[in-house]
């Protein structure tokens, strides 16, 4: 490792040598989150999430460096070797005595360490408290930091600022530079995905040493300016290095401990070996499908020097009629987007086959993806339920359900910060229906669940669906426009109810209705087709009524309103 001189800065960082990377306003702490981690920790993959969770939650504000150290990180057999140099010593002044632990900004919090009293390692429960009080608290220091990488030397550049808002109580700092790779396939216990665990943030080496490089001068309206270049290897113990994977952490400490604030980057490339070549990375998973048109979403990758401004796709399901699509946008080098073909109509079968390839660049054995999806046999209500958690960015959440004929018959979103959305949805078309959550900031957002009247879930996750997900879903019992309602053919209306509630179609059918809680409030046995059913004594509220005719039996809900 070594600082450049102020003519190499001006090549490599001509745009910001005249700017300001940190910034000279006062600001509140930024946070190094250090997770102590190992690949035979069985609840260190529940602290991964928490710790994602956190960063998702506060974009900018918030770094992770996951250090594998301690007996649970130690390889066995033909394991890769996630260990650095540096962990030990940084886990040994935390004070740790269970894995996963963590430590903020390397700083103690009363009544939440893990071990002894004035340690700074926290269980994974207590780094959200940690943080929600560290943001809030000044800094008298603001961190900026880029980095540039040289594809052809592997060659790393980085650029830091420290500006001082205020007066440090140290004489001298510490800058430290830490080096991390992510989406690194791994074995993890407890990660149910036996060796193919994806291993992110992950320390791979300190360019500035274990304690970093000192700061001289740590009093108000000081800068620290400096630029370091470290020549990056082939790999760290034998596990090799992805260039465009890595990461850039930088902070400040008082001594070798107390972490003031940070920041981090992820680099800017250079020198790539192709100036055009656009990467299919592949497909996002697609579900199985009822027949509905169907428009795949692809995900795409700039690995070309110059910038991706457009792409032809042609596509099709099952060798059916070829479609095509032009995206346009603008992708830097190695920069990602999820693109939403789309649908086209295809006769669906047990098992279906969908092609994609793009227009010829400069390295065609990149431009093509197939996968395949089955067909859905379990069908639906049309009345269902949609309970919906947002994070901090509720805007970006949004939802929509298409009918048969591709027209969106219901939406929600976007929504506000951290709260929960509970909405009830009648879809009034029997058939092959789309259900699309979309995150426009493509980190997902909080958890979901679509479920129907008869309880059955049409979709699920716990938050974790990137840029968004999507489910199709057959209703065999569907909610009319006027609010009738059909179950195994029985029309009941009108919905919402008063003093009575018609019944028609129901010869031989015996009807139950229950309270939100499971009790049975009314329940007939209907010799001729129609009937009317005096519901004067319930009160107002949302009931259950169950059909049962056939053999058959089905739940929906009305309301009770006068």
Same mark, same amino acid.
């Given at each position: 490792?070594?600082?450049?001189?102020?003519?190499?800065?001006?090549?490599?960082?001509?745009?910001?040598?005249?700017?300001?990377?940190?910034?000279?306003?006062?600001?509140?702490?930024?946070?190094?989150?250090?997770?102590?981690?190992?690949?035979?920790?069985?609840?260190?993959?529940?602290?991964?999430?928490?710790?994602?969770?956190?960063?998702?939650?506060?974009?900018?504000?918030?770094?992770?460096?996951?250090?594998?150290?301690?007996?649970?990180?130690?390889?066995?057999?033909?394991?890769?070797?996630?260990?650095?140099?540096?962990?030990?010593?940084?886990?040994?002044?935390?004070?740790?005595?269970?894995?996963?632990?963590?430590?903020?900004?390397?700083?103690?919090?009363?009544?939440?360490?893990?071990?002894?009293?004035?340690?700074?390692?926290?269980?994974?429960?207590?780094?959200?408290?940690?943080?929600?009080?560290?943001?809030?608290?000044?800094?008298?220091?603001?961190?900026?930091?880029?980095?540039?990488?040289?594809?052809?030397?592997?060659?790393?550049?980085?650029?830091?600022?420290?500006?001082?808002?205020?007066?440090?109580?140290?004489?001298?700092?510490?800058?430290?530079?830490?080096?991390?790779?992510?989406?690194?396939?791994?074995?993890?216990?407890?990660?149910?995905?036996?060796?193919?665990?994806?291993?992110?943030?992950?320390?791979?080496?300190?360019?500035?040493?274990?304690?970093?490089?000192?700061?001289?001068?740590?009093?108000?309206?000081?800068?620290?300016?400096?630029?370091?270049?470290?020549?990056?290897?082939?790999?760290?113990?034998?596990?090799?290095?992805?260039?465009?994977?890595?990461?850039?952490?930088?902070?400040?400490?008082?001594?070798?401990?107390?972490?003031?604030?940070?920041?981090?980057?992820?680099?800017?490339?250079?020198?790539?070996?192709?100036?055009?070549?656009? +990467?299919?990375?592949?497909? &996002? =998973? *697609? %579900?199985?499908?009822?027949?509905?048109?169907?428009?795949? !979403?692809? /995900?795409?990758?700039?690995?070309?020097?110059?910038?991706?401004?457009?792409?032809?796709?042609?596509?099709?399901?099952?060798?059916?009629?070829?479609?095509?699509?032009?995206?346009?946008?603008?992708?830097?080098?190695?920069?990602?987007?999820?693109?939403?073909?789309?649908?086209?109509?295809?006769?669906?079968?047990?098992?279906?086959?969908?092609?994609?390839?793009?227009?010829?660049?400069?390295?065609?054995?990149?431009?093509?993806?197939?996968?395949?999806?089955?067909?859905?046999?379990?069908?639906?209500?049309?009345?269902?339920?949609?309970?919906?958690?947002?994070?901090?960015?509720?805007?970006?959440?949004?939802?929509?359900?298409?009918?048969?004929?591709?027209?969106?018959?219901?939406?929600?979103?976007?929504?506000?910060? +951290?709260?929960?959305?509970? &909405? =009830? *949805? %009648?879809?009034?078309?029997?058939?092959?229906?789309?259900? !699309?959550? /979309?995150?426009?900031?493509?980190?997902?957002?909080?958890?979901?669940?679509?479920?129907?009247?008869?309880?059955?879930?049409?979709?699920?996750?716990?938050?974790?669906?990137?840029?968004?997900?999507?489910?199709?879903?057959?209703?065999?019992?569907?909610?009319?426009?006027?609010?009738?309602?059909?179950?195994?053919?029985?029309?009941?209306?009108?919905?919402?109810?008063?003093?009575?509630?018609?019944?028609?179609?129901?010869?031989?059918?015996?009807?139950?209705?229950?309270?939100?809680?499971?009790?049975?409030?009314?329940?007939?046995?209907?010799?001729?087709?129609?009937?009317?059913?005096?519901?004067?004594?319930?009160?107002?509220?949302?009931?259950?009524?169950?059909?049962?005719?056939?053999?058959?039996?089905?739940?929906?809900?009305?309301?009770?309103?006068?």
């Amino acid at each position: 490792m070594k600082k450049l001189s102020l003519s190499v800065l001006f090549t490599f960082f001509a745009l910001s040598m005249y700017g300001q990377l940190a910034s000279i306003l006062p600001e509140n702490k930024k946070i190094i989150l250090e997770e102590f981690t190992g690949i035979y920790c069985t609840f260190c993959p529940d602290g991964h999430a928490i710790a994602q969770g956190i960063q998702d939650n506060y974009a900018g504000e918030v770094f992770l460096i996951n250090i594998h150290e301690g007996g649970y990180a130690n390889p066995n057999g033909s394991d890769p070797d996630f260990r650095t140099p540096f962990g030990s010593a940084i886990s040994s002044q935390s004070g740790l005595v269970g894995y996963p632990a963590g430590t903020v900004n390397r700083k103690n919090f009363p009544g939440l360490e893990q071990g002894a009293s004035g340690t700074t390692a926290m269980s994974r429960g207590s780094w959200g408290n940690a943080t929600n009080i560290t943001l809030n608290e000044p800094s008298y220091v603001n961190v900026g930091v880029e980095a540039a990488i040289d594809m052809s030397s592997g060659e790393l550049i980085v650029h830091v600022q420290a500006y001082y808002t205020g007066d440090s109580p140290e004489s001298t700092n510490l800058l430290n530079i830490a080096l991390l790779q992510n989406n690194t396939a791994g074995p993890q216990t407890g990660g149910g995905q036996g060796n193919n665990y994806n291993h992110m943030h992950r320390l791979v080496h300190m360019v500035t040493g274990q304690w970093g490089e000192t700061i001289a001068n740590t009093t108000e309206e000081s800068l620290y300016d400096e630029t370091f270049t470290y020549t990056i290897p082939a790999d760290y113990n034998n596990i090799p290095v992805v260039l465009q994977d890595l990461e850039i952490v930088v902070f400040v400490t008082e001594t070798e401990q107390y972490i003031v604030s940070g920041n981090g980057a992820y680099p800017t490339f250079t020198n790539l070996p192709l100036d055009n070549d656009t +990467n299919i990375v592949g497909l &996002e =998973e *697609i %579900n199985d499908q009822c027949g509905l048109d169907f428009g795949p !979403r692809v /995900i795409i990758q700039n690995n070309g020097n110059n910038p991706l401004t457009s792409i032809d796709f042609e596509y099709s399901i099952n060798s059916g009629s070829i479609e095509t699509y032009t995206w346009n946008g603008n992708l830097g080098v190695f920069e990602e987007e999820v693109v939403q073909l789309p649908g086209i109509p295809y006769t669906i079968e047990s098992t279906n086959i969908i092609n994609i390839s793009i227009s010829d660049d400069d390295d065609n054995t990149n431009n093509e993806v197939s996968n395949t999806f089955g067909e859905t046999e379990v069908t639906h209500s049309g009345f269902f339920t949609i309970i919906l958690n947002t994070d901090n960015n509720g805007s970006e959440t949004t939802w929509f359900v298409k009918d048969p004929s591709g027209e969106i018959i219901e939406s929600g979103g976007p929504y506000e910060n +951290n709260t929960s959305i509970n &909405e =009830e *949805i %009648n879809v009034p078309t029997e058939g092959c229906h789309e259900f !699309r959550l /979309i995150d426009t900031g493509e980190n997902g957002s909080g958890s979901v669940v679509v479920y129907d009247s008869n309880n059955e879930v049409i979709y699920n996750s716990p938050g974790n669906y990137g840029a968004g997900g999507a489910v199709s879903f057959i209703v065999n019992e569907v909610v009319l426009a006027n609010n009738d309602t059909i179950l195994n053919g029985v029309i009941m209306y009108p919905n919402p109810a008063s003093l009575v509630l018609n019944i028609e179609n129901a010869e031989n059918s015996s009807i139950t209705v229950f309270d939100l809680l499971g009790r049975v409030i009314l329940s007939e046995n209907i010799i001729s087709s129609n009937k009317q059913l005096n519901v004067s004594s319930l009160s107002n509220g949302t009931y259950l009524i169950k059909i049962s005719n056939n053999g058959q039996n089905k739940i929906d809900k009305f309301i009770i309103n006068r």
